[in-house]
Every structure is written in C-alpha cells, then in structure tokens.
Nanobody
C-alpha cells in the first residue's frame, strides 16, 4: 500500500525544538519530491518547504532560518527539524510526496501530525 506516515508531533514550550519524520511505503521514494505543509487552526494548508533529489526550495518566510528539511533515501524518510518554535507554529503538519508522470502529477499525503507550541 502506498502511503506516508508522519510521526514526531507533540506539545512543547516556545523556544523548543522538534523533529518530524515521514516514512514512505509502497513507492520509489527517491523519484519523488517531498514536502512539508502546515495547516493552522481555521486556515488553509500552506507549503513549508520542498526537497527534491538534491535541491531544497521554497522555505516559507515564517520558518526560514528555523526549520530544516532533510531526506534519507536509504530509509525512505523525510525529516523536518524545527527549532526556536513559536506559538504561531502551532498547526497540523502534513507530509507530501509528488512526482510528475505522463498521466499527470501523482500526490501522496500523510495523515498529519499535530504540533502545539504553548507556554
């Protein structure tokens, strides 16, 4: 079964750090661009960052310098290291994998993991 499974969310205080993980199953991970999105309460889902085979693009301005995306193709896993967390980072974080094919763009989404930053 093709799926993405996120883990690592939680509740922590401002200034803390957290690492999210997203494990891929059932597809050729290295062929896919991987991304993290967040959806804050009452808001639309928005892009945090994308990583392809070797290029990181599109860090959102709100996380630039604090969040870092990495991928381990041997483990079929993408990570999001989140530092200096702020209350406004509170959101459900979703992992996305996508690839362009002859028939269109293929997208997979994880189930989401909750990150809550609060004192």
């Amino acid at each position: 079964q093709r799926q993405l499974v996120e883990s690592g969310g939680g509740l922590l205080q401002p200034g803390g750090s957290l690492r999210l993980s997203c494990a891929a199953f059932g597809f050729i991970f290295m062929d896919y661009a991987m991304a993290w999105y967040l959806q804050a309460p009452g808001k639309q889902r928005e892009l945090v960052v994308i990583i392809t085979s070797g290029v990181i693009t599109n860090y959102a301005d709100s996380v630039e310098g604090r969040f870092t995306i990495t991928r381990d193709n041997a483990k079929n896993t993408v990570y999001l290291q989140m530092n200096s967390l702020k209350p406004e980072d509170t959101a459900v974080y979703y992992c996305n994998g996508n690839v362009h094919s002859a028939s269109g763009t293929i997208n997979y989404w994880g189930q989401g993991t909750q990150v809550t930053v609060s004192s």
